[in-house]
């Protein structure tokens, strides 16, 4: 039986159990719209991802990510349009063991990095739904599962390991298993699945298990969250942090796909939604004001609260111009460090009042003509700008 430690880089992995109304099913269509509305999303260019923990932004709003975090050996993703391809997969690890990896896409926040525009971290009894769909492509002749990685945790965290994992294996090939040991079988989603309870040492996990492989699915990813707070794994009141789908491999795994991934979180539930930090500001401005020399720059921003109500925890999504990177930042992490980027607070400057005001910086380097950034977005609201 396994039972293996996963590393903590790898882990940037409501209503309770109720009968799902009319309105909710309807979001969950909404979904799936969403997913073909993507699918149909002009072309854009492929992006290679080596790096080891090296990140991209698709269908502005999602993060693609390589995070190749169990092994030394070379692992490359390929952004798409709409989900990304694991184009090179090298070396293998012991399959009683933790996986290589964890190449993915999601939405919501891992290790700092949060995707453009999310709501997430918000409270789990704040959530009405969370429609996600998903269209996998599988490969022979390797070892992984493909799975979902959900994370639940007591505070609204948008770094480090959560308290509470889910997984959902929609396949597996090979003698793998998820962490912990086969607790029985439940009905999640019209769909019946194995669960496996346990702990990696850092975190909880509940795995649920298709008996067959799941190529595509819409779904929502709050009935796999009532099983967790049912299950005493969470709590009403804890934060649903991100949703992230892709595969853990163990032996090669090269021509793994994600061809299209969707996920949307909608408030609705019960509980209180402010302070929150995944909650929209009522209205917001922003003042860009850069300093520039040949190839460099550094600029000042400031972060206006125009609403009538506080905002707390705050993170601002712009797309950097063509050519542009940041190098260094403060007041605030900025991630990544070009194309569609985020800052997000620091512990010290999390509030913004009614009427107030926060400001953070960054250095960068440009090529060609400077250009400023055209819209800014606050925790998913879009602001006025100058």
């Known amino acids: 039986m396994k039972t293996f430690l996963h590393p903590t880089r790898h882990r940037v992995r409501r209503r309770l159990g109720t009968l799902r109304t009319a309105a909710t099913a309807a979001l969950v269509a909404l979904g799936s ?30 993060v693609v990510q390589n995070n190749r975090w169990g092994t030394s050996a070379t692992q490359c993703v390929t952004a798409t349009a709409t989900g990304f391809e694991l184009t090179r997969a090298d070396g293998s690890v012991p399959t009683n063991g933790a996986p290589k990896s964890y190449p993915s896409v999601y939405n919501g926040c891992h290790y700092t990095n949060c995707s453009p525009g999310t709501n997430l971290p918000m409270r789990i009894d704040a959530i009405g739904s969370a429609p996600s769909a998903i269209s996998y492509g599988y490969v022979g002749g390797a070892v992984y599962n493909a799975s979902y990685d959900i994370w639940l945790d007591p505070t609204p965290r948008t770094d480090g390991v959560n308290r509470t994992e889910i997984m959902i294996w929609f396949h597996r090939t090979g003698p793998v298993q998820p962490i912990g040991s086969p607790t029985g079988t439940a009905t999640v989603g019209g769909r019946a699945w194995e669960v496996w309870t346990g702990s990696n040492g850092t975190n909880d996990v509940i795995s649920f298990v298709a008996p067959s492989a799941i190529s595509s699915w819409n779904f929502d990813v709050m009935d ?3 099983q967790a707070v049912s299950r005493g794994l969470a709590g009403p009141s804890w934060y649903l942090t991100s949703i992230q789908a892709g595969f853990e491999p163990w032996q ?24 929150d930090p995944g909650t929209p500001a009522t209205a917001c401005r922003v003042t860009y004001t850069p300093n520039v020399w040949p190839g460099g720059f550094t600029t000042d921003v400031k972060v206006a609260n125009t609403g009538s109500a506080p905002v707390d925890g705050w993170r601002v999504a712009f797309a ?6 940041v190098t260094h930042a403060w007041n605030a992490t900025v991630t990544p460090a070009a194309g569609t980027v985020t800052a997000t607070s620091t512990a010290s400057n999390a509030r913004i009042a009614p009427g107030g005001s926060q ?28």
């Open 252 to 275: 090669n795994g090269a021509g793994l796909r994600v061809d299209s991934f969707s996920s949307a979180v909608h408030a609705g539930g019960t509980g209180p939604t402010d302070p």
């Open 33 to 62: 719209l969403t997913a073909l509305v993507t699918a149909t999303e002009p072309a854009r260019a492929d992006t290679l991802i080596c790096d080891q923990y090296g990140s991209t932004t698709i269908q502005g709003r999602y």
């Open 359 to 386: 400001s953070f910086g960054f250095q960068g380097t440009y090529a060609g003509t400077f250009t400023r950034p055209g819209q800014f977005t606050l925790n998913g609201t879009a602001c006025a700008v100058g």
């Open 320 to 325: 950097l111009p063509a050519g542009q990177s």
């Open 224 to 226: 796999f969250v009532d």
